[in-house]
Structure formats: C-alpha cells, structure tokens
C-alpha cells in the first residue's frame, strides 16, 4: 500500500481541485451558443462570462478553503 506524506496528499488535493474548475469551464464554454452576438449557457439567459465568473468565484473559494486546512 502507498502512503503519502500530508503535503503529497494537500497537493493532490490542490490539483484535483483546480482539474474538476478547469473541466467545468471547458464543458461550459464548449456547450455554450450564442445568440443575438452574445454567448449564452443553458435556458436561463446566462452568459458566457457570468458563468465563467461563477466558476472563478466557487474556485477561489474551494482554494480558500484548502488553504486554511494547512493551517489546522
């Protein structure tokens, strides 16, 4: 069995926080459309650039978060 270090296991953690965002907004931009010059996500009038705001926002949050784990 492997046993990692607790900075192994925090980075890990690190890097599969910040894959699951990178994948969120690639899956956001890739079904986006536009309409009317302007790009939309799904049926509720979301743009583009809210959306990807949105995911900044919950990202740095979530970083946050790890961030004051190390501490403790």
Known sequence: MITFTPEQEQFMQLAQTRAYYQGMREGVELYAHWRDGVQYVGTTGRTLKQALADINSEEAQSMAR?????VI
């Open 66 to 70: 790890s961030d004051r784990l190390k």
